[in-house]
């Protein structure tokens, strides 16, 4: 099954891999070693999980403005996400996109939280602000 949602451009862009989704905010600062890609927050959904290569679907960012140089440096050392999709983007996460060019979408039409599921793979193509989510055998 394959299927298109449209968003807001935050971070211009290409990029696709398999989803990596949570319902809860991600805090780069102290929340994901950005030296592996591996959450590092304790009781976080993701805990132990790798965002390195991922579409990292998520409903907003936490935490203070450190977190900007945090997102720029994981996708330095390779094990930041491919691309980003939030519900409403912050400040902080948007700032480190930018730096780090890591394609972002926001305020789709679906939510992409209860919409997009993990493994399913999802082309971002935050350019002209749509996703394609291919789920199941194709994936």
Request: charged share 25%; net charge negative.
């Amino acid at each position: 099954m394959k299927f298109e949602i449209k968003g807001r451009q935050v971070v211009r862009g290409k990029a696709s891999g398999k989803a990596l989704v949570t319902d809860e905010p991600i805090c780069y600062l102290g929340g994901v070693d950005v030296k592996t890609g591996i959450i590092t927050e304790v009781g976080h959904p993701l805990y132990g999980k790798s965002i390195a290569g991922k579409v990292l679907v998520f409903p907003t960012g936490k935490g203070s403005t450190g977190g900007s140089y945090l997102i720029y440096e994981a996708a330095s050392n390779g094990v930041g996400p491919c691309a980003m999709i939030n519900r409403k983007i912050e400040q902080v996460t948007a700032v480190g996109c930018i730096i780090a060019e890591i394609p972002v979408l926001d305020r789709l039409e679906q939510d992409p939280i209860s919409t997009i599921k993990d493994d399913d793979f999802v082309e971002v193509d935050a350019d002209n602000g749509v996703i394609t989510i291919t789920r199941g055998e194709a994936s």
